[in-house]
């Protein structure tokens, strides 16, 4: 196999696409959303590319029995009322710095070809402990996209994420940029410990918005309260250790 090789699926007619990704990475939280999307656009969705690489680890997914090479997928949606999409995702990313620039630079031709000139990556921004209210912090490629998203509800901070933005994700923003692409990245607030279906379904509500279309999130909102019972099972382990510690009466008794 070659270091790259793309498979055109399908070819649809697509108006005005914007290509949105949604690889791994903290909280699973572009994943989470890309994932959704999916789900609740069926109907509408159809497989067009897939991305093989030898930057990819070297494994096959195994459904039903049968195998299949590792691979990012690309998918076209016809949204009702609502800009077309391009959403790309999969189950790993590059393994090396050069095999983030390869494959990102494959994705936005993929965009170029489908006549894409605006993307989103979608991610996760850790905080470091478990959280009630979910922020979304943005990052875009040009001052020009500040004012939608934050009349989206999207905070810009000094210095945050702290150390940038690695992987697709930031490269969507960059080299976008030099291909004349507007590139934003959207970050739902997480602890970075866990899958977070919570700060995905904020991250998605800002898209939403954005872009124009209407979602239902029964589904995320059922994952969401699975974590939540998870969450609380480890709170009660927390506890019950800390009460297990020996306290210093405990540790004064001589025999």
């Known amino acids: 196999m070659d270091e790259l090789e793309i498979d055109a ?11 949105v990704e949604g690889l791994p990475g903290v909280g699973h939280v572009g994943t989470l959303a890309v994932e959704h999307l999916l789900e609740e656009l069926e109907g509408e969705s159809t497989l067009v590319r897939r991305v093989y690489s030898r930057e990819f680890p070297p494994q096959v997914s195994i459904e039903n029995g049968v195998s299949e090479l ?24 590059a393994q090396s710095n050069a095999g983030h620039y390869t494959l ?27 959280i009630d209210e979910y922020a979304v912090v943005g990052a ?5 996209l500040l ?26 923003l960059g080299l976008g940029e030099r291909r004349g692409f507007d590139a934003a990245c ?33 589904s995320l909102d059922e994952r969401a309260d699975e974590m939540e019972d998870v969450i609380g099972k480890i709170q009660e382990m927390e506890q ?7 306290t210093d009466d405990d540790l004064r008794y001589i025999g």
């Open 70 to 93: 590792t691979c990012a997928e690309v998918y076209a949606v016809d949204v009702p009322d609502g800009r077309d999409l391009l959403l790309l995702t999969g189950d790993h990313q």
């Open 140 to 144: 875009v490629s040009d001052e020009s």
């Open 9 to 19: 699926v399908a070819e649809v007619e697509l108006d005005d696409p914007v290509l």
């Open 186 to 218: 959207l970050m739902g607030e997480t602890s970075g410990y866990l899958v977070d279906p919570k700060s995905a379904r904020s991250v998605l509500e800002v898209l939403a918005d954005v872009l124009g279309f209407d979602l239902d999130y029964e």
């Open 240 to 246: 019950q250790q800390s009460m297990d510690v020996p």
């Open 147 to 172: 004012e939608g998203l934050e009349d989206a509800g999207v905070e810009f901070r000094e210095d945050e994420p702290a150390g940038g933005i690695v992987g697709v994700s930031g490269l969507l």
């Open 104 to 130: 990102t630079d494959a994705f936005l031709d993929i965009a170029a070809e489908f006549g894409a000139t605006e993307v989103y990556a979608l991610g996760g921004v850790p905080t470091g402990e478990l």
